[in-house]
């Protein structure tokens, strides 16, 4: 079974710095989705950026990035030009490619807090 | 208009009651799905359904059961609801082959006394 780990449960930045959320995945499989949601207050879950296994090229979504490091099993997202909006709960997730295994697996997630 | 809509957004029980979390979907996905977050354990998957005739168990489905009662709603329900059980539930969908994200609806916020 695939296992998605966010070491870090929370995290500070300042506003218009950059922060680096880290996530590291376990799997066997070689064709895979990669995704990261944000959780603002409002407490609904929005895609920030995904990312598809067999492409090399790393994402990217205007101030957010990542870093798939494919053979290390990690996945990281870059908020550059942090801004106060930023500030929400992060969750990484990974999704298999195999027919009837389209479901997501969360991380605990992350706590971000973006400091005026 | 919301794309995945839930009902009711919070919710209050007692223990013992039978209560129904109802998400209803107009994206036209066949797959629907429930999961619960709790703090610090992230989002885990109860039930998924690929199409109204196709229902799986997902992570932690004891005590829950679902209802598929068309391709765009899909409810869950706690035949007798307990304190551990409360929790903020969300549906979602997603559309197979195509998108690869699923859609969140808001969520709903059990609290069981």
């Known amino acids: 079974a695939q296992t998605v780990t966010q070491s870090q449960p929370e995290m500070s930045v300042q506003e218009a710095e950059t922060v680096t959320l880290s996530c590291t995945y376990d799997t066997s499989e070689s064709d895979y989705y990669l995704f990261w949601y944000k959780q603002p207050p409002s407490r609904q879950m929005i895609l920030v950026i995904r990312q598809e296994a067999y492409k090399q090229q790393n994402a990217t979504e205007n101030r957010f990035s990542v870093n798939f490091q494919k053979a290390a099993k990690s996945f990281s997202l870059k908020i550059s030009d942090s801004q106060l909006g930023d500030a929400a709960m992060y969750f990484c997730a990974y999704r298999s490619t195999q027919g009837g295994s389209e479901k997501l697996v969360f991380g605990k997630g992350m706590k971000l807090t973006v400091n005026p | ?113």
């Open chain 2, 1 to 113: 208009d919301a794309d995945v809509t839930q009902t009711p957004r919070n919710r209050i029980t007692k223990t013992g009651k039978r209560i129904m979390l109802e998400c209803s979907q107009t994206k036209g996905h066949d797959r629907m799905y429930w999961y619960r977050q709790d703090p610090g354990l992230g989002l885990r998957l109860i039930y998924y359904s690929f199409d109204v005739k196709d229902i799986n168990k997902g992570e932690i489905s004891d005590g829950y059961s679902v209802s598929r009662q068309a391709q765009a709603k899909f409810s869950l329900s706690l035949e007798s609801a307990i304190p551990n059980q409360t929790a903020l539930y969300f549906c979602a969908t997603s559309d197979f082959p195509g998108e690869e994200e699923q859609f969140f609806g808001p969520g709903t916020r059990l609290t069981v006394l």
